[in-house]
């Protein structure tokens, strides 16, 4: 089942690969009793087998198995697997390791708008007031917090091994940011604040997509993440911070 999805380069996606294996082969085998039960009654119920139609109710041991073997099924792939999948899955990221990197992203049909903190790890005041063609994220320059922040449109970038928070608000309609090979999606939702959280544990460079139809150009809403070995991630956004910077 794992080799049909797209790879897993995030630290819960091998869980979440497992509840929807198990979710499968249980759909497969629930499958395979009721076709046999079913081919069962097709074979006893032939003229050949029973010429004269009987009007009594035969013994209903066999249904009522099949269906407390199901329902057996479901609940414990329910509480053995998909609960606690979700349960670990929603708890924000913590630990001993680095600060988890925050990040900013507000979707616009049709563009995902990136904003990083800078090297000093705080987001500069932003007002939508501000919001024109060279400032997509309406940064406020005159706050210092802000003078080495980085913004761009369609490009994020990460660190690997580092829990990353993505902060998602919308301009406009419901988008869905969707990350296929970290599996993460998260609506985002006009006048409300959506999180995201997850920690690659795999470098590369694919797409971010929008999941959610947003309008007659949602095929255009896509973008390029891509994960960094932490000394590149830093490289990198030393680079871009030097951009803001007049020669």
Same mark, same amino acid.
């Given at each position: 089942m794992t080799g049909a999805l797209p790879e897993a380069a995030s630290a819960h996606a091998a869980t979440l690969d497992s509840v929807l294996t198990r979710v499968h082969v249980h759909i497969g085998a629930v499958f395979i009793l009721w076709l046999g039960i079913l081919l069962v009654a097709l074979w006893k119920g032939h003229a050949r087998h029973t010429p004269d139609a009987a009007h009594t109710t035969g013994?209903?041991?066999w249904p009522w198995v099949a269906?407390? !073997? #199901?329902?057996? *099924?479901? $609940? $414990?792939l329910l509480f053995g697997e998909a609960l606690p999948a979700w349960h670990a899955r929603m708890q924000p990221p913590s630990g001993s390791g680095p600060a988890p990197l925050e990040i900013h992203i507000d979707a616009e049909q049709y563009v995902w708008h990136v904003h990083y903190a800078g090297p000093d790890g705080r987001f500069g005041r932003t007002d939508p007031a501000r919001i024109d063609a060279g400032n997509a994220m309406g940064l406020d320059t005159a706050d210092p917090a802000a003078q080495d922040d980085v913004t761009l449109d369609n490009v994020l970038v990460l660190p690997l091994g580092r829990a990353v928070v993505v902060q998602l608000k919308s301009r406009d309609v419901i988008h869905a940011f969707t990350l296929p090979e970290m599996r993460v999606k998260q609506d985002v939702t006009? *006048? $409300? /604040?959506?999180? !995201?959280?997850?920690?690659p544990v795999r470098t590369g460079a694919w797409d971010i997509v929008c999941s959610q139809l947003c309008g007659a150009g949602h &095929?255009?809403?896509? *973008?390029? &993440?891509? #994960? $960094? /070995?932490?000394e590149a991630w830093d490289a990198w956004l030393a680079e871009e911070v030097a951009l803001l910077t007049p020669p």
């Open positions: 013994s209903l041991r269906m407390a !073997a #199901v329902v057996a *099924g479901d $609940l $414990l006009p *006048g $409300l /604040t959506s999180r !995201a959280w997850f920690t &095929y255009r809403m896509r *973008g390029e &993440y891509r #994960v $960094l /070995t932490a």
